[in-house]
Each structure stands twice: as C-alpha cells, then as structure tokens.
C-alpha cells in the first residue's frame, strides 16, 4: 500500500483503511478517531503486533501492512493454490492445519503455500476420491470439514506431522558443525560483530556466509539459495538494554520449531552473561525471516549497541559455543 509507514499522527484515507482493517480482525478503534492515527489506534495497531509475532512498535510498516492483509482471509473466501508469488494468508495456515490434523504432511502452519502444501493438498484429493487438481476449492473444502469432523475424537496434534518431521530431520543430521553452512545476517550496524562471529564459527568447522541484504525477506531468500543448516540473525537495539532470541512460532497456532527453539534458549543462556545485560527470554515470534527460512532460524536482539561494540569478542564466542552445542544436541 502507498503511504506506509503508519504512525501516530497520521491522517487521511490510508489510516482509516487501516483502522477499518484492525476492526474487521477484532482490534476496534475508538469512533471519534476514525481516519486520525490517535492513540487507540496506535494501541489496537500493538495488540494486533503482539498477537500475530511482529516487534510491537505501533508503527504499520510494510511487514504489518501485509501481516494485516493475510489475518482477513477465511477459508473459501478465495481458490488456493501453488502460485507464483506464493499464496499467503490465515486461510492458507488453516488449510494446513486441517490437512495435518488428518495425517498430511502440508508442512508447518506459516501460512505460505508452497510445495509441501501442494503435494499434501494432492495427496488428501487422490485419498479422498476428489479431482485431483491440487486446488482448494469448495469440493476439497467439504470433504475437509466433513473428514475433520470424523476425526474430530482423535488425540492427533494438529501440527504434529510438520513438528515431528523437524524432530527426525535434526536427529538425524550431523552431530557436529564441521561442514555446517551457517547463514548470517544483520540489519545495519552490526558488520564488525557478524565478522566476528564468523570467525569463531569457522574456528568450529563451519562455513560461516555472511549475507549483505539488509531486509529480512531478501536474508531468507538467500539463506534458501545457498542451502544453509542454520540461520543466525543479529540486531543491534539502539535505547535498550538487554538480549533476547526470536524463533519461529505460529501466530494463530500451537506450531513451533523445535531446532530454532533448542538454539534460542542455548543462546539466552549465554548472551545476557557475555554481555553484562538483561534477559529478555527466547520468544516465539513470526518475523519474516523466521518464516520464510526453510532452516533452523534464530534472530538475536541486543542492546545497547555501545555495550555490545565493547564485547564483540565475548559475544561471537557465546553464539559459537551455542552453535556448536546446538549442534550436538538440537531439539
């Protein structure tokens, strides 16, 4: 949308479509503000942050702007399929979670649908008796409500089959992070950090790819590209004080990675120490590049930037050992 970013003290027909959007998702603004970004929109716009896993800072960027879009969709509102650009949206998560919860492996509830989801959606058609056209249309849609009703006494976990899947995935690979491939990425500020860590990773046999794109969609794509075991991002938080560990988490759901939450908490064990600072917690979020990362993901927030200038060394030793211990032990 033209006009992003939103933010307090904003006007005119951009806020009163975004306040007409927040409505629609159950996040009401005051009448009287309507078409003024006042302070209960800037509220309903941070409750609506918090709960679908962005940074809540009030502001409607374009990562919110396009989190808000997809939080309208509802299952049947349109056809779903394999697309290109992807299709995303909280329809496509509850496809997802349907077809999981009857045994399909659509891959975790992100609400992108890629080619996991396809082959799952196929799959469920061919078993079901349906066209097989790997299109969500109203015939998949009832046959889906009709089978979920069916099942609807069992003890399966809806996102049991993706999770599940990670767990055997991690088991199996290499118990060490010689020959790892480990992607690296920052947002500005933190190249002598990112080098750093790169040195201490490498000095455990990894191969350390430090990634130049400073916007999180590009950092994913390019961690997709090169194949990465695992990425580490590192953000520099100017006006605070301490240090926490982002890993992916569904917004509307119980899903989680268990490799990424495995990492943020061997990370917050050490950071907070390495730096002399506050424990902000490993915290499950939907940051972009947590989901749209095909790997283990981490994001490691950490402040104040002055302070971790000064323990750069600390600070990479810390990721490496977490790394490493990761790596012998990740879920």
Same mark, same amino acid.
């Not at 050490?270 to 506050?278: E, H, Q, S, Y």
């Not at 917690?281 to 989901?291: D, E, I």
């Given at each position: 949308?033209?006009?992003?970013?939103?933010?307090?003290?904003?006007?005119?027909?951009?806020?009163?479509?975004?306040?007409?959007?927040?409505? =629609?998702?159950?996040?009401?603004?005051?009448?009287?503000?309507?078409?003024?970004?006042?302070?209960?929109?800037?509220?309903?716009?941070? =409750?609506?942050?918090?709960?679908?896993?962005?940074?809540?800072?009030?502001?409607?960027?374009?990562?919110?702007?396009?989190?808000?879009?997809?939080?309208?969709?509802?299952?049947?509102?349109?056809? &779903?399929?394999?697309?290109?650009?992807?299709?995303?949206?909280?329809?496509?998560?509850? $496809?997802?979670?349907?077809?999981?919860?009857?045994?399909?492996?659509?891959?975790?509830?992100?609400?992108?649908?890629?080619?996991?989801?396809?082959?799952?959606?196929?799959?469920?058609?061919?078993?079901?008796?349906?066209?097989?056209?790997?299109?969500?249309?109203?015939?998949?849609? /009832?046959?889906? /409500?009709?089978? #979920?009703?069916?099942?609807?006494?069992?003890?399966?976990?809806?996102?049991?089959?993706?999770?599940?899947?990670?767990?055997?995935?991690?088991?199996?690979?290499?118990?060490? &992070?010689?020959?790892?491939?480990?992607? $690296?990425?920052?947002?500005g500020g933190?190249?002598?950090?990112?080098?750093a860590v790169?040195?201490?990773?490498?000095?455990?046999?990894?191969?350390?790819?430090?990634?130049?794109?400073?916007?999180? &969609?590009?950092?994913?794509? /390019?961690?997709? =590209?090169?194949?990465?075991?695992?990425?580490?991002?590192?953000?520099?938080?100017?006006?605070a004080s301490?240090? !926490?560990?982002?890993?992916?988490?569904?917004?509307?759901?119980?899903?989680? !990675?268990?490799? #990424?939450?495995?990492?943020?908490?061997?990370?917050?064990?050490?950071?907070?120490?390495?730096?002399?600072?506050?424990?902000?917690?490993?915290?499950?979020?939907? $940051?972009?590049? &947590?989901?749209?990362?095909?790997?283990? /993901?981490?994001?490691?927030?950490?402040?104040?930037?002055?302070?971790?200038?000064?323990?750069?060394?600390?600070?990479?030793?810390?990721?490496?050992?977490? $790394?490493?211990?990761?790596?012998?032990?990740?879920?």
């Amino acid at each position: 949308m033209h006009g992003l970013p939103l933010s307090r003290g904003d006007d005119g027909d951009a806020v009163r479509d975004l306040q007409l959007r927040l409505s =629609a998702v159950g996040f009401d603004v005051v009448p009287g503000e309507l078409g003024v970004f006042g302070d209960s929109t800037a509220l309903a716009l941070e =409750a609506f942050q918090v709960r679908r896993g962005l940074r809540p800072d009030a502001v409607c960027g374009a990562q919110t702007w396009a989190s808000l879009v997809e939080a309208g969709f509802r299952l049947g509102d349109r056809l &779903l399929y394999e697309a290109r650009p992807m299709l995303r949206g909280d329809d496509v998560a509850d $496809l997802q979670r349907r077809l999981g919860a009857l045994g399909f492996d659509a891959g975790r509830v992100d609400g992108i649908f890629g080619a996991r989801t396809a082959r799952s959606l196929v799959d469920f058609q061919r078993n079901a008796g349906l066209t097989v056209d790997g299109i969500c249309g109203p015939a998949t849609l /009832a046959s889906l /409500a009709r089978l #979920g009703r069916r099942d609807s006494t069992s003890d399966l976990d809806p996102v049991s089959v993706s999770e599940v899947r990670e767990r055997e995935l991690l088991r199996h690979g290499p118990r060490t &992070l010689l020959g790892r491939t480990v992607a $690296l990425g920052h947002q500005g500020g933190a190249d002598a950090l990112l080098a750093a860590v790169a040195r201490a990773i490498g000095g455990a046999g990894a191969k350390a790819m430090a990634l130049s794109e400073p916007d999180e &969609l590009d950092q994913a794509e /390019a961690a997709n =590209a090169l194949g990465a075991d695992v990425f580490v991002g590192l953000t520099l938080e100017p006006g605070a004080s301490g240090a !926490s560990t982002a890993y992916w988490r569904s917004p509307r759901h119980a899903s989680a !990675s268990s490799g #990424g939450r495995r990492l943020a908490e061997l990370l917050q064990a050490r950071l907070p120490v390495a730096l002399g600072v506050a424990d902000g917690g490993a915290v499950g979020m939907s $940051l972009p590049v &947590l989901r749209e990362t095909r790997m283990t /993901a981490v994001v490691c927030r950490l402040g104040p930037p002055a302070t971790v200038v000064e323990h750069t060394a600390a600070v990479a030793g810390a990721v490496a050992v977490a $790394l490493d211990e990761w790596a012998r032990e990740p879920c």
